[in-house]
């Protein structure tokens, strides 16, 4: 049986989605989850993008040890090498640098002949061939490229050391049917092909990524790279669940397999939904939560006199458990640290006294603690470290009446240990709440999205809330958690100042490094 390496990008391409910006400890926890998934290359930034990104590649490469870590570098060596400072503790030291390929690119972006092209991805691969054990060279746009280029851009990077040779669909425009032909083309027309690996990378722009990775398969590709949910810039990457179930599921077409424990992908999904606020949508193929729901008379009737009338993927095929009571008011500590680990979490002392303090609060508060609940407790205080707490809310008040103008009093502690209390209107309590909170700031906050969504189901349920703005001129994201949504409205709003404010030091610092 044939094995496909799975690349996962959805630390690098993946947070590349508008809006989406993880700090350190959400991108490890992404990152352990990915190997738990069993994942075989993990993308875990772009080290030369920021000083923040080549510690969190750091971080990830020096934790993760049954997954390869690897970071993007263009063909420059400052890019190179900050790839090799970010990655060279790493088990398995790897470096993914890449090229424009395609005519648009280079007469536009480039600016670069044909030759000169092939020119500088072969110095850049030889360049990092001296430091990285391993090669994965990329020609961004491959596949709007003219194949006979296509052909030499391969043979000649691989003859300078790269073991893998990846081919992007960058734009997402190519057919399955072409993209398999294009695979079958390198592997008859580049005579050293059998020294690398080709790898495909889709993107969704007209809705083909998954149909694509997999005809990809078929012509003979060695690795598919994508995301987890999907996510990425645009329309988003393929889904590599998508693609590991599909090939699971028909394996008596494709007759290959990966490594991917495919009972950890709704673990992993909701991870990654939860972290970056991009919720998967209910219809979702594998993992929406209606992937498994037979709502028609006709096919209630048939999955009742046998499943596989209606039903393809078994829930339990990726993890999906059943919504159970977990623990009630009166669990303690001891269950609640065996149910932690149960749930994937393995959090130091001072995090789980935390957590289960704040376990507490909500059992006095919610008659039913699912194992959603704890997850989003669990997740939130593992993530919630790197975000140093310049603002913090301390209580907040507001009064609403269908006749009366929202205002909101909130009490918060600055970041100069201050503390204050501010009140404001607003048309809603939500704005009334955020026009006091941008009182307690020197710079106008401008909000670009808000979403609201229920941790499990019930009136009594936990709220999540994510927020889009930008402060300072930098746009980031932010995301509160609380029983009531106007707690849980304010909260995303200070995280999301705490991560600008975070973000404002990390750019500080890398000005400071380069005077
Ligand atoms: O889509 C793309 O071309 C990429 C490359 C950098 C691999 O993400
Ligand atoms: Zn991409």
Redesign the pocket.
Known sequence: MRKVEIFD?TL??GEQSPGVNLNTLEKLEIAKQLERLGIDVIEAGFPAASRGDLESVQLIANTVKNSSVTG?ARAHQKDIDAAWEALKQSAEPRI?V?LATSPIHREFKLKMSKDEVVERAVEAVKYAKEKFPKVQF?A???CRTEPEFLARVTEAVIKAGASVV?I???VGYITPKEIKELFLYLRNNVPNIDQAILSA?C?DDLGMATANSLAAIEGGAGQV?GTINGIG?RAG?VALEEVAVALYIRNDFYKATTNMKLDEIKRTSNLVSKLTGMIVPANKAVIGDNAFAHESGIHQDGVLKEKTTYEIITPELIGVKSNKLVLGKLSGRHAFKNKAIELGFDLVDEKLNEAFQAFKDLADKKKEITDEDLFSILADKQTEAADVSHYELNSIQVQYGTENIPTATISATLPNGTEVTEAATGSGSVEAIYNTLERLLDEPVKLHDYKINSVSAGRDALAEVYVRIKHKGIETSGRGTAQDVLEASARAYLNAVNRVLTLEAQQLEVQKAHI
Do not use: G, K, Y
């Open positions: 990008t690098r391409d993007l993914h890449f990329s961004e746009d491959a990846n992007p669909d960058t990378h993107h790279e810039e990457n």
